[in-house]
């Protein structure tokens, strides 16, 4: 078994199938690991995205970790593969992680709910960095990364991650005030290696891994 896998799920509702099948034919000659790529939640198994939105993600990491893969990088079914992967699999063996900056803050994305399970206030987090949740990998044996995971799960199984999507980023808010709290720092800003790309965003850079763009 390779020691590198990516993980994406793509559930059969709205765009997401599509999307998986662009993503899985992307990846196509530029990544020689493995590939896992579920339809259903219950395939991993997580509690649902109409549940508990997102869970599916640590949940994901884990199952990772219980097949016995050392370094795991999640893919959103947004994501397009327009270069070899490799550079993100020698950040994750560099750092044991590889978690990127979208270029927002906590405090404007986390609902008081999940404030009150971190035990913090909004004016704590002003100015705590969002990282990028669709794009972010972890090596499975690094303790740093497994406290990350375990805690980004314990959220999830409590409550933080719900919420409506006008105030809360669900999986990368709770993930962003773990990662402050933990004192990981994020890398680069996405539009290096994972920019969205389409009319309002502009030429991506020659630096891009990973195109992100919907259905």
Known sequence: MNKNVILNIGTNRAWYPKGRKRLLDSLEGKFDGDIISWTDEKDIPSPTHLDVPYAFKPYGFFKAKDLGYKNAFWADSSAICVKNVKPIFDEIEKCGYFM??????????????????????REEVIGVPLFMAGMVGFDLTNDLSLEFLKRWKHAADHGAFNGSWKDHRHDLACGSIIAWQLGIKFHLMSCDWCPYIGKVYGKPKESAIFHMQGM
Do not use: E, M, P, S
């Open 100 to 121: 990127i900056q979208i270029g927002d803050a906590a405090h404007r994305w986390t609902n008081d709910n999940a404030l009150k399970y971190f035990g913090v206030t």
